[in-house]
């Protein structure tokens, strides 16, 4: 690649070693299922024994079993570049899917962060007015689930509950809880409960220009309060992959000979380019591109950061994915562990990151989430 002649052998060896290293940076596959055993040795009959032959043993006594090695994971057997690329490119994906549901409508994110702080506060809520709370427990379900305010159908999310019992619930909260929750709410009313707010989803796309003469009716949508924000968080974990891509042997040439060096991945180092790059676009204009449509953790599976990695190409050439999104997973949690940088200057400390686990998954796709959407908004190595 990059100019550089190999031969067919050299090129599907690079082809294969990356499509590997792409496999397990992602550090989320399952355990190997264990190497089915040999087939039994064909039982050769024995001779048979005549009676003067019989003579009596003494029956052996059975070996304790050796407790079987652990398995290792495929990504403990990962070298710590490959674990540091494996967290950064799902650290992205997260940030990328929050960036997502913006698309879904401009006040997503309030919505969810209003019902959220609603059921946060259900210790300071009585029973008696806690009617509601199951109910946005359960919208907030779906809204995560659908990423964002409309099902798979396009069809628009709705509370099964009534202005009444979320006013009774925010009124009882403020007595010994959070304030302020019953404005924030009503704001945000006819979203929950109005089927005709904003039935359908927005479109992003420019108005129509008005007939010669005419003054437009209408003015062109303006980008979700917040979208900016996420946008340079997201391009932040795309840079912070770009210093742990996987160096591969490629062939170089020096003073006339051609020789092989380890250098920095071509593929992967054009994909996430590719990725910063399209961050950099105009918000709106990235509202309006079709490959907006993978940042959703639905599309990019249960390996989202390489699955991010790999659908570059699709994302930056405008290419939107097709048919119906897959279901949320519950994902294998990472464990950074972050150390002083050795390069900082006098007494002012930097953190970096040192090195990666992989933990175990959450219990249920609400805890996860609660994880990620914190995880998803924070330039922080780790959030706790």
């Not at 995560?144 to 069809?155: E, I, M, P, S, T």
């Not at 979320?166 to 409960?193: H, M, N, S, V």
Request: hydrophobic share 40%; aromatic share 6%.
């Amino acid at each position: 690649m990059g100019g550089f002649h190999r031969t067919l052998t050299e090129e599907s060896y690079m082809q294969r070693r990356w499509a590997m290293a792409l496999i397990l940076a992602s550090g989320l596959l399952a355990q190997t299922p264990p190497v089915e055993p040999p087939p039994a040795p064909a039982q050769v009959p024995a001779p048979e024994v005549k009676p003067a032959e019989v003579k009596s043993e003494v029956p052996a006594t059975p070996k304790a079993e050796e407790p079987k090695p652990a398995e290792a994971k495929p990504f403990d057997q990962l070298r710590p570049t490959q674990r540091k690329l494996a967290y950064t490119l799902h650290r992205a994906a997260l940030a990328a899917h929050e960036l997502g549901t913006y698309r879904s409508h401009p006040r997503a994110i309030e919505v969810r962060e209003t019902l959220q702080a609603l059921v946060n506060a259900k210790l300071d809520i009585p029973e008696k007015a806690s009617a509601v709370l199951p109910a946005a427990e359960a919208y907030l379900g779906k809204l995560r689930a659908n990423h964002g305010l409309y099902d798979a159908d396009g069809k628009k999310l709705l509370l099964e509950g009534t202005w009444k019992d979320l006013q009774a619930a925010a009124r009882a909260a403020a007595k010994t809880g959070p304030k302020g929750l019953e404005p924030r709410l009503a704001k945000i009313k006819g979203l929950l409960l109005d089927p005709k707010v904003d039935a359908a989803a927005p479109t992003w796309a420019e108005p129509e220009a008005p007939a010669k003469g005419k003054k437009a009716k209408t003015k062109g949508p303006k980008a979700p309060e917040g979208f900016s924000e996420q946008k340079a968080i997201t391009a932040l974990w795309v840079k912070r992959a770009q210093a742990w891509i996987e160096n591969t042997p490629q062939e170089v040439e020096i003073n006339g000979e051609k020789k092989t060096r380890r250098k920095a991945d071509p593929v992967q180092t054009k994909a996430l380019n590719d990725l910063a790059a399209w961050l950099d676009k105009d918000d709106l204009d990235l509202l309006r591109d079709p490959g907006f449509g993978w940042l959703d953790l639905r599309r990019l599976g249960a390996t989202p950061g390489a699955a991010l990695l790999a659908k570059a190409a699709d994302i930056t050439a405008a290419k939107a994915p097709e048919g119906a999104a897959g279901e949320l997973a519950l994902l294998p949690a990472f464990e950074p562990v972050v150390g002083d940088s050795k390069f900082g200057k006098g007494e002012e400390k930097r953190l970096v990151l040192v090195e990666v686990k992989q933990g175990p998954a959450p219990a249920s796709l609400g805890d996860q989430f609660v994880s990620f959407e914190k995880l998803a908004r924070s330039r922080d190595l780790d959030v706790k």
